[in-house]
């Protein structure tokens, strides 16, 4: 970090990647409706039709596509803290994953650009995208490497941001490529790893860089000829064509970049940044021009960012952040609809024996067997989470008084833990016990918490496997409780 500074490539300093220039002629798109029914590229699989959805929501599957990709992509949470770093970003930055997670984004600004990365940070976290940004950043052996980035926020279900993500692509080859000559420019352009595509008058294909095989997965002289609009996603067409025809009817007009699901040719859709560009009256092109990047493992690094944000790493229940949202949520229907709801709140009897007798590593596959049964247990409209340690929590909405919350905690202490945990060819025995909270919507996520807390203790001091129901006395029996233990332990 410390040695010298030296470019890997071009050597201007940060700016924003310039559009392109041009006159048009006029474009005739095909109707929208007509387009979205024509049939996709004849040799796509017919296991994915128009209609298939890939495993894009199975976390694993985000996680190979996250790690694979051969962009830089790197996530922070707010305070800038690194939580993903992909292979791509060892090789663009220097550092392995080992080295840089929990450290701060920050340490890839070159000292002659010092607080860019911050800046940028808020600019994400206020919700601004910052596409297609080129600047320099700092490899671990002191050189600049210059970057294209696209750094945008990352949302929870509720729009909330809850983080940052940035892809990189290494420009150090491109820039140096692009000071030699026009010749090694035009060998840039057949060889970029985006796509660049080329439509006529009447929105027909007519060239499209090498890359669409590897990208899109089939040769563009063979699809020379077919309508933009057969590539489309059906539910995109319409927004693809209403934009190319306002474009054209504005001589050298950009579009505004835009992103639309492409069919590939093996069945899947990707998602595409897309940049348009009216070059018909240019002689040199006569064309629209659109320069499109691949985004799709952007998108899947955002889902799993947000999924790591909101939920548990050991059993993926939600987490304390996403549970105090969900109670906010149910808390504001319930005023909305005038029903109440419950929380109940779970804690593992002795379960630290369990740990300290057989290990935290078996501890955790109890743990994680334990949040399975929890969810199986619970209807799917229910939020299960894991609070912390031992401790589980479940939000039941639409309840109907204290009687019913009761009996669904003595079914689910029923259901979870009357058959033995396996643990490495052995079994054991847990028991719970679980304090329940009603609430409206005149109640708050943190009383209802608290009161579910203080009931759970009211519950363990009954013995184990037991189920008590908040009430106004269960706070002075607990403070008397908790004056004796202290007292107990002074001196005498």
């Not at 006029?26 to 699989?45: C, F, H, L, N, Y």
């Not at 929501?57 to 922070?76: C, F, Q, Y």
């Amino acid at each position: 970090m410390d040695g010298p500074e030296h470019d890997r490539g071009h050597s201007s300093e940060a700016r924003t990647a310039p559009g392109l220039e041009g006159a048009p002629e006029s474009v005739r798109i095909g109707d929208p409706a007509e387009q979205a029914t024509k049939p996709r590229p004849p040799s796509a699989p017919e296991a994915h039709t128009a209609g298939s959805v890939p495993p894009r929501e199975d976390p694993l599957w985000l996680r190979a596509i996250v790690e694979s990709g051969g962009d830089a992509i790197t996530g922070v949470t707010p305070d800038g803290s690194i939580v993903v770093w992909n292979e791509g970003a060892e090789r663009t930055y220097g550092y392995s994953a080992h080295e840089v997670i929990g450290r701060n984004i920050s340490i890839l600004d070159p000292p002659s650009s010092p607080g860019e990365t911050a800046a940028n940070l808020t600019r994400a976290l206020a919700g601004e995208q910052v596409r297609l940004y080129e600047t320099h950043r700092l490899h671990k052996d002191g050189t600049r490497v210059a970057v294209s980035l696209i750094i945008s926020p990352v949302r929870d279900e509720e729009g909330a941001v809850i983080g940052v993500f940035a892809i990189g692509r290494d420009l150090s080859s491109e820039h140096q490529a692009l000071v030699r000559s026009e010749e090694r420019f035009k060998a840039l352009v057949q060889h970029s790893a985006d796509l660049i595509v080329v439509l006529d008058s009447e929105a027909r294909l007519v060239y499209a860089t090498p890359a669409a095989k590897g990208i899109m997965g089939f040769d563009p002289e063979e699809e020379l000829g077919r309508q933009l609009l057969d590539f489309v996603h059906p539910e995109d067409a319409d927004r693809a064509a209403s934009v190319l025809l306002d474009l054209v009817t504005r001589p050298g007009s950009v579009g505004e970049p835009a992103e639309y699901r492409v069919l590939h040719l093996d069945g899947t859709w990707r998602t595409f940044e897309v940049i348009t560009t009216n070059l018909l009256e240019d002689p040199a092109v006569r064309g629209v021009v659109i320069n499109a990047r691949d985004v799709t493992e952007l998108h899947q690094a955002q889902k799993e960012l947000a999924h790591r944000a909101g939920h548990d790493a050991l059993t993926g229940l939600a987490n304390r952040y996403l549970l105090n949202d969900r109670i906010v949520q149910a808390l504001a229907r319930a005023r909305r609809d005038g029903t109440r709801l419950a929380v109940l709140f779970l804690d593992l009897d002795d379960f630290k024996r369990l740990n300290d007798s057989m290990g935290h590593a078996s501890g955790d596959i109890v743990m994680r067997e334990v949040a399975d049964r929890l969810k199986a247990a619970s209807r799917e409209s229910d939020t299960v989470a894991r609070f912390g340690g031992d401790e589980f929590v479940i939000v039941i909405e639409q309840i109907g008084d204290g009687n019913k919350a009761r009996e669904i905690a003595e079914r689910i202490l029923k259901s979870v833990f009357e058959v033995l945990f396996p643990v490495g060819g052995d079994t054991v025995r847990l028991s719970a016990s679980i304090g329940v909270a009603l609430g409206n919507g005149e109640s708050s996520s943190e009383c209802l918490l608290a009161d579910a807390d203080t009931a759970m203790y009211a519950a363990k001091s009954l013995g184990r496997s037991r189920v008590a129901v908040f009430d106004e006395n269960m706070r002075s029996a607990v403070a008397t409780h908790a004056d004796n233990a202290v007292t107990d332990a002074l001196p005498h």
